[in-house]
C-alpha cells in the first residue's frame, strides 16, 4: 500500500491489511467473514510507540480494511421475521 493512494475513491477490490507477519492469520480469517477480500501487508498502518507510555504500540495487533468498490453496492437481503 502506497500513501499516496490515500486519496483515491474507485478502489476495485476490498482489502484487509496487516502489518506484522503475526497478524496475517488473522487477516485471512477476516476475509473469510466478509468475503471476497484480498489480503495485503502494509506497514503503513501500523501504530508507532508513544515513549510516555509503558506499553510498546508498535507491537500492537492491527488490521485495517480497506473497502473497495466490490462491497459497496446495496446488497438486497431476505430477512425472516420471527412472531
Known sequence: MDASTAGVTD????TV???LPSDEAAARGLTD???GAKVGQADIYQLT???HTPDDESQSKQLTVVIGLDHTTSRSSTATSTP
Do not use: E, M, N, W
Request: charged share 25%; hydrophobic share 30%; no cysteine.
Open 11 to 14: 478502489l476495485s477490490k476490498t
Open 17 to 19: 491489511y496487516y502489518a
Open 33 to 35: 467473514v466478509i468475503g
Open 49 to 51: 510507540d508513544d515513549p
